[in-house]
């Protein structure tokens, strides 16, 4: 691994930031505003994509902007993990920034502006700790992603609004400052730095650490990082779906959530390194811990109603499958987990764009409520269809790859109670995905509807939802068909680690 | 006398120019008429005394634990009674936090003042040349005299310009800090009989019987620990603070807390280290029970000003926590820790004012919903707030974070009354920015009398805009930077905690084993 140095690494995140300031000078002109923050994302993207080279050569970027403390400082580092995370949530942003256009538009929202300004924000935010050297950059980006999105969540400022925004704040400040914080004073303690290592095997603690304390300290970031809605701590995303769709689709199904999940896959390899889990047995429990969420998560989704609310509990169950992938510390599995974060991104987004959209041109929140309107907006519903088959998992659309090789890690591991959480998980996804779209397409439309036969994708505000989420299903479709990019992206993260993985997959 | 002290060699006697500027800048008020020429009078002087001090940051040797920038003259040289004044890495930085503090004192109550302002600008200067004294006073009469000069200006402070309650709040500041120093006073006068000097440093080397020590510890500690103030001498704080005009509350909370934290770090280690180890963990205790009491006490508190009060008592507690861990990181915490929390309450009693001067309310059910009205007023309010709970980036987390690494060293069951202090912060200063800045739950979001409950609200002017810009500068600069205020310190740290090592060989000979009390069993984790 060929370490250099690129003062580059903070446009990345600076790019979002400056974004926010220049939508918030141009508040009262809504076109200039708008094209800021398209442009504002497609530049972001454009200084992703031109550090991505150097990183899939092998080399690790990396820069020390501020020294704070011995051990502690502000540092970005770009690695395999990074470039993944911070290239699916800079290309969907991009996509965001037009569906946000139509549906703000559509739905005649108030505080358009601050609206933007926090959207921009929050990426940004997403961004740095997607470049994050060490824990404390990690954490610093961590808990600025939400406090800038508190104002997205409740945004409608009304109780539901205020209520939604209340328990946002209070589970991410709960349990960022009672156990994300006491884990960094117990790593800083036990290690003297909060540096990441390099690689995934090896961890940063010395030879000899206690291991109570390793394990006290694992399970305070497990539950620390609440952003990745693993239960219990998970209340708050159904919650926050009282936000307007846009926020529920880029923040709270890739940004935000991501970047929970992502730490967390973060703390698991680069802090304590796969050698340390396996050998404490903490890699197995996280396994069945979250299995606990995938199972329950799923069993909540079919008892709701509310389309927003069945796809919030889709997407806690979804987190907790990249969790468990890096939890089976195997390279097949790390794979599947680490894939997924751009698989489900680009699913879970479309599946909430087509949300909104059926509430911009119709009002309907309720599934019951959605028959037949699969004629009436074919390409969105189209799109949910494709969609919900990643979700499920059925090739080729991408959801597969990813639960293909989460299915050979457990079998790697040779744990079957896994494979069967998986596989039950599955038809969990398929029980209250196929009946909305069952319904869309095949179910009797509602009295109000009857006899309406034209399309509600004509006006040019209903395109500009209507086209992003064409994209992002075809783009899930694709990576399903062409998936070895992101598998080359991961093995670029510890090329010893996963040297097995080419000739596994050779093999199959 | 002369082998703890470094001659000033900056070619003027720059701690007695900061002494005497403010003194003779408050009687010469006595002559000038005008409310505008009495507050530009009070500006330019304060303002001058902070740009006079700052050599004190950029010639401080910072390799040497001596008393820099030292002068000396004999007054009564038979009772040992002299002038001496110097700096070491410690109180260099308080001085620096009091000269820089008292220009935004005067800014932040240009029109909160109505009346008196001759008086009021000359009691203004007055203390700051005492609180400056009890810095740099490094004779203990000396710093006896500053210490009660300051009690009469602050008692002022509050009686004339405060609040409606302001004589129940005065008298109970007054008596509470007079009943401190009495016992300071007696323990000064005991170590003179004993050793014949007043010099401060030269009682620092004195191996006093451990007996003797706990004496004078628990004297000095009950001095500073109604200062700090500490569980349960707390209670005259919140009356104060509320009562107290803008200016006052920022001097309070500042500054005058801090010489409760410097009072433990001057005296109470270094004369009495034996028996800082040997309470060590009652005064922990203590620090925790002040940390969550503070935290909880404001999370339930209706008036904007009494929630900060307590909150102080929860920040304060983290320092007196970090000072009697007694490690270097714990120290280096609490120091950066009282540096942080002199500029962060500070902007936050300010914000206070400001929004006080348009509502004429406190209540934080008056002051809801902001967001829209005052959106400068707003962002510099969450800025603050989230500095105040030890945001990541902000320069509080710096120094919670020593703090916690130091009681996590020290005891993990201690480290969890820590955290949840950690947490009681978040929530209580979240509660207050989610109701200030938008509104609670209940619905009342919007306004329906026109935004403003009849009042006028207008957002930041100039003045208050750049007195807070400044204060925001320093935050994320210790946030990001804390080197260079880290290094202004370590060596005078590093030569505390060796005079504390001696502690160690004292309680060993003096064949007093460590206290057996359950307190102690508790917070040592046993």
Redesign the interface.
Known sequence: MIETTSGMLILTAIIPMVTALLVMVSGKRPNIRESWSVVGAVLTFASVVNLAPAVLSGETLRCTY????PG?S?TLKLDGLGLLFAGTSSFLWILAAFYCVGYMRGLDEHAQTRFYVCYAAAVGAAMGAAFAGNL?TL??FY?IVS?VTYPLV?HH???EG??G??KY??YL??TS??FL??G???V??MAGTLEFGNGVMAGIFPAGTSGPLLVVSFLLFLFGFAKSGIMPFHNWLPSAMVAPTPVSALLHAVVVVKVGVFSIARVMLSVYGVNTLSGLGLGTFTAYFVSITIVCASVIALTKTNLKARLAYSTISQLSYIILGVALLNPLGVTGGLVHITNHAFSKITLFFCAGAIFVVSGKKDIREMGGLGRRMPWTMGAFALASLSMIGVPPVSGFVSKWYLALGTMEAHNWVLLTVLLASSLLNAGYFVPVVFQAFFGTPPPEDEGKTESLEKTPLVRFMVVPLVITATCSALFGLYPDLFFKIISVLDTGFFAGLTNVTAGL | MDTYLIANTLGYPILSTLLLLPIIGGLVTLFLKGEKMLKAWGLVVTTATAVLSLPLFNAFDRGTALYQFAEVSHWFPFLDLNYVVGVDGISVLFVLLTTFIMPLSVLCSWTYIKDRHKEFICVLLLMESAMIGVFVSLNLVLFFIFWEAMLVPMYLLIAVWGGKRSDYASIKFFLYTLLGSVFLLVSIIILYVKCGTFFIPALMEVVFPFSFQVWIFLAFTLAFAIKVPMFPLHTWLPAAHVEAPVAGSVILASILLKMGGYGFLRFCLPIAPAASLYFMPWLIGLSLVSIVAGGYLALGQSDIKKLIAYSSVGHMGFVTLGIFLLSTGGIQGAMIQMINHGIVTGALFILVGIIYERTHSREIEDNKSLGMLMPAYVAYL?IFS?AS?G???TNSF?GE??V??AV??HSKVA??FA?LG??LA??YM?RLV?KMV??????H??HDDGGDHGHALWDLNMREFLTLSFLLVFVFWI?????PLMQVMDTSITHLMEQVEEGHHQLKESHHVAPGHDLAALVNGH
């Not at chain 2, 938008?438 to 619905?443: H, K, M, Q, R």
């Open positions: 501020a020294q704070i403390l502690v502000v404390f954490y610093l808990e406090v409740m400022q009304d109780g205020y209520e925004g209340k704040i209070i400040f709960f400052k009672a914080l006491s960094m004073v117990l800083y303690f | 969450v989230l709970f945001f990541p980036g710096v974070f020593l916690l690494v996590f060293t480290g969890i955290i950690a947490i978040a929530a979240l989610q938008w509104a609670d739950s209940d619905g979001g919007h946030g990001f930077n804390p080197k």
